[in-house]
């Protein structure tokens, strides 16, 4: 066994690591010299962690891969991360923070270089810690098509955990919808790489801009699995990958300012992902300039020899995701340690694989100030606070009024009406003989409102007895508050996907009995298998989990007009009620506000303005099927299987309402690298304020290589108010025509295209054909991205 002997370090003035006088390279190069090979690799791992409920140390969490931990005998040679110190186990917000104090002070006490660990948390619906703000999952934020508001949101998720203690965020998920079945899909933004990066990346700006660390995930092709199947392999050509799944990752690194990245479970095409070099160094790094730090998924190193069989010793998992560009290990430390410095005393590994990954992490550790002779371990939330467990308990509100009100915010910009015949809004709250029948699963169900990433669902589900940490009201008590005149009747008919019938009377009486039916339905997040979405809850169809649609459509055979509320992290084949229901409300679990948002888009006190992220399927046994679709991938008459959506992507229906007209462009021809600009004007006649979701769609006729039948390139939300008008006018350069060719390289061709103003990926009213000239041209990482768009009130 090699014995490390450690390099002197200077006692003369301050270390030059901690002097922030000198450059930021200087500052980790030197400490990298002074560092020994187990000091080196201790910064490049993690250790999962819990909260001492008493305020103490945090506690390493045991999970079927780990070893036993012992936290004295690994701090000696410090430690790169603690993972989710708040999200492990529920724990008052004050006495987390607490315990995540004690704890970086007891790791800078036992450590020779006194660096602090990385916290890292999930945040994808909020930050994951009891009492938290639970807002709505990354599908609502698609359904919004609202970046700003969506940034604002981020910013105040790592807000809140910056204030305890927190560095880095796991969130967001930019992967893109390619097959509904897969569990994760309520994590993501949508089905169209465009929305997801423009979307992602706002999210990416506002965790960033406080000071919060966000991880993109998962780099890449993990919505691409086989099947929908969770940890599925992906079989994916060079050009989908270039073309729809790499892009919101590129945006979000280039414009987003992401600081870190988070590799994919995943191969393609037999190279798992936590092993590919051309992805995690020559694209991420050397092709993108990426300089951040790559994180392993939780257990992905260990992987590569458990599951893929890629590696046949840990050792070799270590160095092979080293080698690829992984520079962390997390959550736990398992082929980081020994193995690793085991195979580098033997020569097999080579240290300066170490030295790269130890730069990353250590760079980005300045950044975050941890190197700094004033880091102080104590968060700002407890600042000016006795720091004693009595003293600290209570005093930290997570989910304060301005978190509540941005949730129901965004909760209400993402709802859908997918259908209305007329019958909604329902008649107004002063209207006394109304009955309503409030029908379904998830009519009374907290938990129907919340993704599996939320904090209830994902650990307090696991704690009998213990209190969600936030007020949540089902939609059966904001349609009792919202329609506080009418009687409203309660039959929930049969569970999520128990199967049952036995409810099914009551339910049919109830609705009988009352002027409109509610119908409540949807999903159960969980975590593999424990509910019929989220992360290993996959599907095998589309049909609605359980007995929900012979519900359904038991209630529909009443004859009183059905309002179906859908509460999914997934779209579903609803059958026949897609022309049955008099109304549809489609909600992507909206979060602890998502109820109110619901009941006033029934009321009409909310106008209605989500969009579709995904499409809606007519059939359950289509998939794998979404809106970017080439024409052999459309409806033919060569095969009877028929993929069309029952609402495509981009649909969604208001009560204020315009007309689009007047369209508008003085380009009929441009070059390769010129832009386009045209126009249309909506005019809103009504008596109400219309919000409108004017859609760009590029569709090109004839190129090189197959091609999307229609695609979108951009969309700006616009408020038309009653009895107003507005223009609005979108500048395109040529460059968004673009694609990856034959050879591989991103191209322009000359030849004719066709620019459309769409209310949805199938509704494209006004088209402006423009003949692009001139040669051939590669685009570069300089290339447009975006249509710029112009709102002229009352033009």
Same mark, same amino acid.
């Given at each position: 066994?090699?014995?490390?002997?450690?390099?002197?370090?200077?006692?003369?003035?301050?270390?030059?690591?901690?002097?922030?006088?000198?450059?930021?390279?200087?500052?980790?190069?030197?400490?990298?010299?002074?560092?020994?090979?187990?000091?080196?690799?201790?910064?490049?791992?993690?250790?999962?962690?819990?909260?001492?409920?008493?305020?103490?140390?945090?506690?390493?969490?045991?999970?079927?891969?780990?070893?036993?931990?012992?936290?004295?005998?690994?701090?000696?040679?410090?430690?790169?991360?603690?993972?989710?110190?708040?999200?492990?186990?529920? +724990?008052?917000?004050?006495?987390?923070?607490?315990?995540?104090?004690?704890?970086?002070?007891?790791?800078?006490?036992?450590?020779?270089?006194?660096?602090?660990?990385?916290?890292?948390?999930?945040?994808?619906?909020?930050?994951?810690?009891?009492?938290?703000?639970?807002?709505?999952?990354?599908?609502?934020?698609?359904?919004?098509?609202?970046?700003?508001?969506?940034?604002?949101?981020?910013?105040?998720?790592?807000?809140?955990?910056?204030? +305890?203690?927190?560095?880095?965020?796991?969130?967001?998920?930019?992967?893109? @919808?390619?097959?509904?079945?897969?569990?994760?899909?309520?994590?993501?933004?949508?089905?169209?790489?465009?929305?997801?990066?423009?979307?992602?990346?706002?999210?990416?700006?506002?965790?960033?801009?406080?000071? @919060?660390?966000?991880?993109?995930?998962?780099?890449?092709?993990?919505? %691409?699995?086989?099947?929908?199947?969770?940890?599925?392999?992906?079989?994916?050509?060079?050009?989908?990958?270039?073309?729809?799944?790499?892009?919101?990752?590129?945006?979000?690194?280039?414009?987003?300012?992401?600081?870190?990245?988070?590799?994919?479970?995943?191969?393609?095409?037999?190279?798992?992902?936590?092993?590919?070099?051309?992805?995690?160094?020559?694209?991420?790094?050397?092709?993108?300039?990426?300089?951040?730090?790559?994180?392993?998924?939780?257990?992905?190193?260990?992987?590569?020899?458990?599951?893929?069989?890629?590696?046949?010793?840990?050792?070799?998992?270590?160095?092979? %995701?080293?080698?690829?560009?992984?520079?962390?290990?997390?959550?736990?430390?398992?082929?980081?340690?020994?193995?690793?410095?085991?195979? @580098?005393?033997?020569?097999?590994?080579?240290?300066?694989?170490?030295?790269?990954?130890?730069?990353?992490?250590?760079?980005?550790?300045?950044?975050?100030?941890?190197?700094?002779?004033?880091?102080?371990?104590?968060?700002?939330?407890?600042?000016?606070?006795?720091?004693?467990?009595?003293?600290?308990?209570?005093?930290?509100?997570?989910?304060?009024?301005?978190?509540?009100?941005?949730?129901?915010?965004?909760?209400?910009?993402?709802?859908?009406? +997918?259908?209305?015949?007329?019958?909604?809004? =329902?008649?107004?709250?002063?209207?006394?003989?109304?009955?309503? %029948?409030?029908?379904?699963?998830?009519?009374?169900?907290?938990?129907?409102?919340?993704?599996?990433?939320?904090?209830?669902?994902?650990?307090?589900?696991?704690?009998?007895?213990?209190?969600?940490?936030?007020?949540?009201?089902?939609?059966?008590?904001?349609?009792?508050?919202?329609?506080?005149?009418?009687?409203?009747?309660?039959?929930?008919?049969?569970?999520?996907?128990?199967?049952?019938?036995?409810?099914?009377?009551?339910?049919?009486?109830?609705?009988?009995?009352?002027?409109?039916?509610?119908?409540?339905?949807?999903?159960?997040?969980? =975590?593999?298998?424990?509910?019929?979405?989220?992360?290993?809850?996959?599907?095998?169809?589309?049909?609605?989990?359980?007995?929900?649609?012979?519900?359904?459509?038991?209630?529909?055979?009443?004859?009183?007009?059905?309002?179906?509320?859908?509460?999914?992290?997934?779209?579903?084949?609803?059958?026949?009620? %897609?022309?049955?229901?008099?109304?549809?409300?489609?909600?992507?679990?909206?979060?602890?506000?998502?109820?109110?948002?619901?009941?006033?888009?029934?009321?009409?006190?909310?106008?209605?303005?989500?969009?579709?992220?995904?499409?809606?399927?007519?059939?359950?046994?289509?998939?794998?099927?979404?809106?970017?679709?080439?024409?052999?991938?459309?409806?033919?008459?060569?095969?009877?299987?028929?993929?069309?959506?029952?609402?495509?992507?981009?649909?969604?229906?208001?009560?204020?309402?315009?007309?689009?007209?007047?369209?508008?462009?003085?380009?009929?021809?441009?070059?390769?690298?010129?832009?386009?600009?045209?126009?249309?004007?909506?005019?809103?006649?009504?008596?109400?304020?219309?919000?409108?979701?004017?859609?760009?769609?590029?569709?090109?006729?004839?190129?090189?290589?197959?091609?999307?039948?229609?695609?979108?390139?951009?969309?700006?939300? +616009?408020?038309?108010?009653?009895?107003?008008?507005?223009?609005?006018?979108?500048?395109?350069?040529?460059?968004?025509?673009?694609?990856?060719?034959?050879?591989?390289?991103?191209?322009?061709?000359?030849?004719?295209?066709?620019?459309?103003?769409?209310?949805?990926?199938?509704?494209?009213?006004?088209?402006?054909?423009?003949?692009?000239?001139?040669?051939?041209?590669?685009?570069?990482?300089?290339?447009?991205?975006?249509?710029?768009?112009?709102? =002229?009130?009352?033009?």
């Amino acid at each position: 066994m090699t014995i490390h002997t450690a390099p002197a370090v200077s006692t003369d003035g301050p270390a030059p690591w901690r002097d922030r006088g000198l450059p930021a390279e200087q500052r980790v190069d030197a400490l990298v010299a002074a560092m020994t090979l187990p000091e080196k690799i201790a910064q490049l791992y993690g250790v999962w962690v819990g909260a001492g409920a008493d305020g103490g140390d945090v506690a390493p969490h045991q999970h079927d891969l780990d070893d036993a931990i012992d936290l004295d005998e690994i701090l000696p040679e410090g430690l790169g991360q603690l993972t989710r110190p708040f999200g492990t186990a529920p +724990v008052d917000a004050g006495v987390g923070a607490l315990s995540l104090l004690t704890t970086q002070r007891r790791i800078t006490a036992q450590s020779r270089f006194r660096i602090p660990a990385v916290a890292h948390e999930e945040c994808l619906a909020g930050f994951a810690a009891w009492g938290a703000t639970a807002y709505p999952v990354p599908l609502s934020w698609g359904a919004s098509f609202d970046p700003e508001l969506v940034e604002r949101m981020a910013a105040r998720i790592g807000a809140d955990m910056r204030s +305890v203690g927190v560095h880095q965020g796991l969130a967001p998920v930019l992967d893109v @919808v390619r097959d509904a079945r897969w569990g994760r899909v309520e994590e993501t933004i949508g089905e169209d790489p465009y929305l997801v990066a423009t979307v992602g990346s706002a999210y990416v700006r506002g965790l960033e801009a406080s000071g @919060v660390v966000a991880t993109l995930k998962h780099f890449v092709g993990y919505s %691409a699995s086989r099947a929908g199947r969770n940890l599925a392999p992906v079989s994916i050509g060079a050009r989908e990958l270039a073309d729809v799944l790499l892009p919101p990752f590129e945006m979000a690194i280039r414009e987003g300012g992401a600081r870190s990245v988070m590799n994919s479970y995943t191969d393609l095409d037999g190279v798992p992902s936590a092993a590919d070099r051309t992805l995690l160094t020559e694209l991420l790094r050397d092709e993108w300039g990426f300089t951040g730090t790559v994180v392993a998924d939780y257990f992905a190193i260990a992987f590569l020899k458990l599951l893929h069989g890629t590696a046949g010793s840990w050792a070799e998992a270590a160095g092979a %995701a080293l080698a690829a560009g992984i520079d962390v290990e997390l959550p736990t430390v398992k082929t980081f340690g020994e193995p690793l410095r085991r195979a @580098v005393d033997e020569g097999a590994i080579d240290e300066a694989l170490i030295d790269t990954a130890l730069r990353r992490v250590l760079a980005q550790k300045l950044e975050l100030g941890l190197l700094d002779d004033e880091w102080d371990a104590i968060p700002p939330a407890l600042r000016g606070v006795d720091l004693d467990l009595d003293a600290v308990r209570g005093t930290i509100d997570l989910d304060p009024p301005e978190n509540r009100a941005l949730a129901r915010e965004l909760a209400e910009r993402s709802v859908v009406l +997918v259908r209305n015949d007329g019958v909604l809004p =329902l008649a107004p709250t002063g209207a006394a003989s109304s009955r309503i %029948a409030v029908i379904g699963p998830n009519a009374d169900e907290r938990y129907a409102m919340l993704g599996c990433y939320s904090f209830p669902t994902h650990v307090v589900s696991q704690h009998p007895g213990v209190e969600l940490g936030i007020d949540i009201d089902t939609v059966l008590d904001a349609v009792r508050a919202e329609f506080a005149h009418a009687t409203v009747a309660h039959a929930p008919g049969t569970g999520i996907d128990d199967g049952s019938t036995e409810g099914f009377a009551a339910a049919v009486a109830a609705a009988r009995e009352s002027d409109v039916a509610l119908v409540v339905l949807g999903d159960r997040a969980g =975590l593999f298998g424990r509910g019929t979405s989220g992360e290993g809850c996959d599907a095998d169809d589309l049909a609605l989990p359980g007995a929900q649609q012979q519900l359904l459509d038991a209630v529909l055979d009443t004859g009183t007009p059905v309002v179906l509320v859908l509460l999914t992290g997934r779209p579903y084949a609803l059958g026949s009620a %897609a022309t049955r229901a008099a109304a549809i409300v489609q909600a992507f679990f909206p979060g602890e506000e998502g109820s109110a948002a619901i009941a006033g888009v029934l009321s009409g006190r909310v106008e209605p303005s989500g969009r579709l992220p995904v499409s809606i399927p007519a059939h359950r046994g289509v998939q794998p099927s979404t809106y970017l679709a080439a024409p052999l991938a459309r409806r033919s008459g060569v095969s009877n299987i028929d993929p069309t959506a029952a609402f495509p992507f981009g649909h969604g229906l208001g009560y204020g309402s315009a007309t689009w007209t007047d369209l508008e462009s003085p380009d009929t021809r441009a070059t390769t690298d010129g832009e386009v600009v045209l126009s249309l004007r909506l005019v809103n006649t009504g008596e109400r304020d219309a919000v409108e979701v004017v859609q760009l769609y590029l569709h090109d006729p004839v190129a090189s290589v197959v091609r999307p039948v229609q695609r979108l390139i951009g969309y700006q939300r +616009v408020v038309v108010p009653a009895g107003s008008s507005a223009r609005v006018v979108a500048t395109v350069p040529v460059d968004l025509a673009g694609f990856t060719g034959r050879d591989g390289r991103r191209i322009v061709e000359p030849g004719a295209i066709e620019l459309g103003f769409g209310r949805s990926s199938a509704d494209i009213p006004l088209v402006h054909r423009v003949e692009v000239t001139g040669a051939t041209r590669e685009l570069g990482a300089d290339r447009a991205v975006h249509a710029r768009f112009q709102v =002229l009130a009352g033009a």
